[in-house]
């Protein structure tokens, strides 16, 4: 892909700017080309762009210029030399580790990701022999610690989900780099509206396009961001063979999502800022997890990696055992008038969701408690809604346990 025609421009630009050249007929809007194949304009040409000597579309497997914007754009906004869209954030995760390792690799990563990540490398690919380690997510000693001669990858992903916990990115890239391993990124969280992971160093940006980038809670869609030579080499070879695409409507759908990006981020981490700060001193409530909060305890490093907080947020109800936790944040729950009950993130709807019985209702009670994630604990993912609406339907059930 040419970023050429892009220097110099500012991500706000470029979020609404970058896609490719328009069609004869100067749409404004970036079009949507629904076609699973492609006329060639000879066979001479054909030859040529299937031996990958001439650019141009053969097949909706491998190429489609709508999904092609969509690339570029999120290219545009991440500073990645190329991106490569998939069906989902995990198939992008899938076609990562397809593409980057064999038996015998190791990967690192932290405890904290996202369930289905741990699953997906921890348990699934180990069945193929690529072996990994969780750390710790804020201890650098672990994560240096568990690197071998065999590692390849590390893969971090902040913050995270749900406790918002951050990990030094630009500490990660120098540690990965110096034992000849890449570093990837989920960017999901805070995406690169408030952190650009390979500025900080890292060599892949993942993202669930399902979230912010959409923002609007409509589809499914991923993306890794990496240097052309990976994107060429690596994942596009898979990619093609394996067909973990992304289609050309949901692709269209997420492009213009990210057109508002960058105020969406803006406006929802300030939401979520005075919803953590009010949460904060709710006589209910035993503690707040949130970047942007001073009382977070990786406020400092926050603050230096991301431009806000971000959206996400968890709270705990105060209780006296699991089981007094569970009723409370139940009851916090079934209060809402207004507020979804929604295992989703990243929309302009707030969401809330009980971790403990759902993303992680499968841990036993003890790894619950080792990863922190108790019965009371409440996540909020902040829409744009008026913060009032927003803190009067969550204190409905709060006021009537204080
Ligand atoms: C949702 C999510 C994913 C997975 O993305 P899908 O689009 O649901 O496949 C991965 N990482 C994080 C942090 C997520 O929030």
Redesign the pocket.
């Known amino acids: 892909m040419s970023g050429n025609r892009h220097d110099g421009l500012r991500l706000q630009t470029l979020a609404v700017r970058a896609a490719v050249e328009r069609s004869q007929y100067g749409e404004n809007s970036e079009a949507l080309y629904l076609t699973s194949g492609y006329v060639q304009p000879s066979a001479e040409a054909s030859a040529r762009r299937f031996a990958g000597a001439e650019e141009g579309y053969t097949y909706g497997r491998s190429g489609n210029p709508t999904v092609t914007s969509f690339e570029q754009r999120l290219s545009a906004l991440e500073g990645s030399e190329a991106t490569m869209a998939t069906s ?6 899938m076609l990562m580790c397809f593409a980057l390792l064999k038996a015998g690799d190791h990967v690192v990563l932290s405890q904290s ?2 369930g ?2 741990l699953k997906l490398i921890g348990s699934e690919f180990a069945r193929f022999g690529v072996e990994s380690t969780t750390v710790p997510q804020t201890d650098l000693a672990a994560w240096k610690a568990a690197i071998r001669p065999n590692t390849r990858l590390l893969f971090a ?1 902040t913050p ?2 749900p406790l918002t916990e951050v990990c030094d990115i630009a500490a990660l890239a120098d540690l990965a780099h110096n034992a000849g391993a890449w570093l990837a990124v ?1 960017n ?2 805070a995406t690169p509206a408030l952190q650009r992971p390979i500025d900080l160093g890292a060599d892949i940006v ?1 993202h ?4 912010y980038l959409d923002g609007q809670g409509r589809v ?3 993306a890794l961001c990496a240097p052309e030579k990976m994107v060429i080499e690596k994942f596009l070879p898979v990619q093609k063979n394996s067909g973990m695409v992304l289609s050309p409507f949901n692709a269209w759908v997420v492009l213009k999502g990210m057109e508002t990006l960058d105020i969406r981020m803006k406006a929802q981490s300030a939401l979520t800022l005075e919803l953590a700060q009010w949460l904060e001193q709710h006589p209910a409530v035993a503690r707040v997890y949130y970047p942007g909060l001073t009382s977070h305890p990786q406020h400092a490093l926050a603050m230096r990696q991301m431009s806000l907080g971000g959206a996400v947020l968890s709270f705990e109800v105060k209780a006296n055992g699991p089981e007094q936790a569970r009723a409370r944040a139940f009851h916090v729950l079934d209060s809402m008038q207004l507020l979804s009950l929604c295992t ?3 929309d302009t709807k707030t969401l809330l969701t009980h971790p403990a019985s759902t993303s992680h209702g499968k841990l036993s009670e003890a790894q619950r408690q080792a990863a922190g994630i108790g019965q009371g604990l409440i996540r909020v993912a902040v829409g744009l809604e008026h913060p009032q609406d927003v803190q009067d339907d969550i204190a409905r059930g709060l006021n009537t346990l204080a």
């Open positions: 989902s954030g995990m198939s992008a995760i990701m996202f289905s990540t992903e995270t989900n989920d999901c969280f993942m669930s396009g399902t979230k499914m869609a991923g989703n993130l990243g």
